[in-house]
């Protein structure tokens, strides 16, 4: 292969001046492109698990609230506890209902109630006092195998006036 005269009276052979040059940029966007990919993948990644998350969370509040109103209308029914939790269940449907069934706790007049009954007598007695209507729901937190924040769990309370 004949290659050019260069003004230092050497000759270079065509293919190996093109190997040399530093103009050549051929897979240069594969390589930023290889560099730039996993840090935008796993904003991306953790932008959409803050959505899931936050949405998680609205649900938990939607839910307490819901159930903070049947709670607070339900003197004077049989079974207060059970349509406070039902109510609670229905709003927050994309919510897993046994994480969510077991954090809800109830207080009025800041005596505590888990069953029927024993919400029965506290509301019996409450007219005018605050209901407290508390849940707890558990979240993952792991983007790409990393937990960010091992054992986050997303909390709600409403208080209510018992009619």
Known sequence: MVGKTHAGGRTRPRWGY????????????????????????????????????????????????????????????ANPWTST??????????????????????TVNGTACAADASCVSALNTATGETAVVTATYPRNLTIMGVSYVPGCTLSSQVAQIVQ
């Open 85 to 106: 939790v039902n109510a609670m269940l229905a709003s927050a449907p994309l919510l897993t209902p046994a994480q969510l069934r077991t954090s809800i706790s109830i």
């Open 18 to 77: 093109r190997l040399l040059s530093i103009r050549n940029d051929d897979g240069s966007a594969a390589l930023e492109f290889g560099i730039v990919a996993p840090i935008f993948l796993t904003l991306v990644v953790g932008i959409v698990q803050f959505g899931f998350t936050f949405g998680d969370y609205m649900f938990l509040t939607s839910a307490v609230m819901a159930g903070s109103q049947t709670l607070s209308v339900s003197r004077g029914t």
